[in-house]
């Protein structure tokens, strides 16, 4: 049994039934799951919760869904990596990666807000599921929806990289390519949802979607033993995830189940769409759309309608906001891969690129704890390092030629080090 | 100058169900304004304090986002056609 009892707008309060509807009759503001904390604070411990199998529904209490939920069983619950290599090139003491590159079944955080709006989507009646998406959301809605037997409509931008584009058709969606950039698409699909019966997870479902994104938090506090660190890095694209990522925090705490301590919440964008650093950067939360520029496609989104939210969690939290270079974003991805032996796709080349930005200006100073969000998966964007690492020669199987092949070489590997 | 207001089902209730308004005005302002004149009840919902938009709502010109013409000020021509959308977010 699931502790939600109602959907209420974040603006004006009001409060509609649990239901597929995402936005406020009176007010158009969105709306957000209400739960009934006190009952919840009776039942949830931190034994009730480890006693779970190590999914994101081991946090099914905190979470609006009713009974067995029919995918996800074996999403979230990602590694949560000491990064001591990194460790040692950036000078700070104590950083981690919580990373979402290694998420069950398509290798991104979006699998923690797509279980929950699937089983969400059943348990209201719906047939068809379907989503505006830069690509991971689109992936994850596919292989979801075939795993629970829904047909899915995934819509996305026309020029996205081809391991997004495969990463969904190959579970049988009907994908359709708009011409237009992400905002263009996620203004269509509002008229759909508004035409079709369909459940559109980020836009009608929305409310109980965004919350899957708030087992990223439960996770990274978990695993570092029922406490927070005292930064948290994390990117923004729409705005969902940072903002839950705080709420999960506090939730935490007020559950009893962490500690309260300063637990900063950074924004991440690329410099070619960043109108939530430059907001978060101006003191305020008021979000000027931009038009896209950027190679970190995932985060091209330049009219967040939860940006505002983003640079309010910031705030409240004590965080900051930095954006990254396209080629900034490369030099992180492969620092990463390197140091880490971790290969994110650009979304989370920007997250570590602001990450270090922040720790070198002071924003984060190097004593403390820090934990960077890598939330996809770098084999699906070959694209942003193709041409940093161009293919090898193939050389004649002999000894001989192996030896003057890599003698050729040594001086080269030597300078890349 | 004649120009249409396509509007979304949200709103519907408030236009006694017309999902098409046409009026006569030469800017967006000036569009918003007369269709409030024509449906009260829409005027809390499309502004908020001081006559500034509803952050939650998006105007496009045709296909293009009045914040990136010239927002209320935006001039409109006989044909245009603005459409309200409720903002949402994704990814």
């Known amino acids: 049994m699931s502790y939600a009892v109602s959907l209420r707008c974040r603006e004006c309060r009001e409060r509609f039934p649990l239901k597929g509807v995402h936005v406020c009759a009176s007010c158009l503001g969105p709306l957000e799951v209400e739960y009934d904390y006190a009952a919840m604070k009776r039942a949830v411990t931190r034994a009730s919760i480890e006693a779970r199998p190590r999914n994101l529904w081991r946090y099914i209490d905190l979470l609006p869904v009713e009974g067995t939920p029919p995918t996800g069983h074996h999403s979230g619950w990602t590694p949560l990596k000491r990064a001591r290599n990194l460790e040692k090139v950036l000078g700070v003491r104590e950083l981690y990666i919580k990373d979402d590159s290694a998420n069950y079944p398509t290798w991104s955080y979006k699998e923690r807000v797509v279980s929950v709006a699937i089983a969400k989507a059943v348990e209201l009646g719906y047939d068809t599921v379907g989503c505006a998406s830069t690509g991971n959301l689109a992936n994850s809605v596919s292989a979801h929806a075939a795993e629970a037997g829904l047909k899915a409509y995934v819509m996305i931008p026309h020029d996205l990289e081809r391991g997004k584009v495969l990463g969904s058709l190959i579970f049988g969606p009907t994908l359709v390519r708009l011409q237009g950039n992400y905002d263009d698409v996620n203004r269509l699909c509002s008229e759909i949802a508004d035409r079709h019966g369909w459940a559109i997870v980020n836009v009608n479902l929305r409310p109980f979607y965004t919350e899957g994104a708030k087992t990223l938090g439960y996770e990274i506090a978990e695993q570092l033993g029922w406490k927070l660190p005292r930064h948290t890095v994390c990117p923004t694209a729409g705005g969902t995830v940072l903002p839950k990522i705080h709420k999960a925090y506090r939730e935490l705490v007020d559950l009893g189940l962490v500690e309260k301590s300063p637990a900063h919440i950074h924004s991440a964008q690329p410099s070619g769409c960043d109108p939530v650093v430059k907001a978060i950067k101006a003191g305020t939360d008021e979000i000027r759309p931009q038009k896209p520029r950027t190679l970190a496609k995932s985060l091209a989104i330049g009219d967040p309608a939860d940006g505002a939210y983003v640079a309010q969690a910031v705030f409240e939290s004590g965080g900051t906001g930095e954006s990254a270079s396209d080629e900034e974003i490369v030099d992180a991805i492969s620092l990463l891969a390197r140091a880490e032996g971790i290969w994110t796709e650009p979304a989370g080349g920007t997250t570590l690129a602001a990450a270090i930005k922040l720790i070198a200006s002071g924003r984060i100073p190097k004593d403390e704890s820090i934990c960077v969000c890598i939330t996809g998966n770098g084999l699906k964007t070959l694209e942003a390092v193709a041409d940093r690492l161009p293919l090898p020669e193939a050389i004649p199987a002999s000894l001989e030629a192996f030896e003057r092949h890599v003698a050729e070489r040594a001086p080269l590997a030597a300078a890349a080090r | ?91």
Do not use: K, W
């Open chain 2, 1 to 91: 100058m004649s120009i249409q207001i396509l509007i979304p089902t949200v709103f519907r209730p408030a236009t006694s169900g017309a999902d098409l308004v046409e009026l006569e005005a030469a800017t967006v302002a000036e569009a918003l304004t007369r269709l409030c004149e024509r449906h009260e009840t829409l005027r809390g919902r499309l502004f908020r304090d001081q006559g500034r938009l509803n952050r939650f709502i998006n105007v496009y010109r045709n296909d293009e986002d009045i914040r990136y013409l010239g927002d209320l000020e935006t001039p409109l021509n006989a044909g245009d056609r603005l459409s309200l959308v409720p903002a949402v977010a994704g990814g």
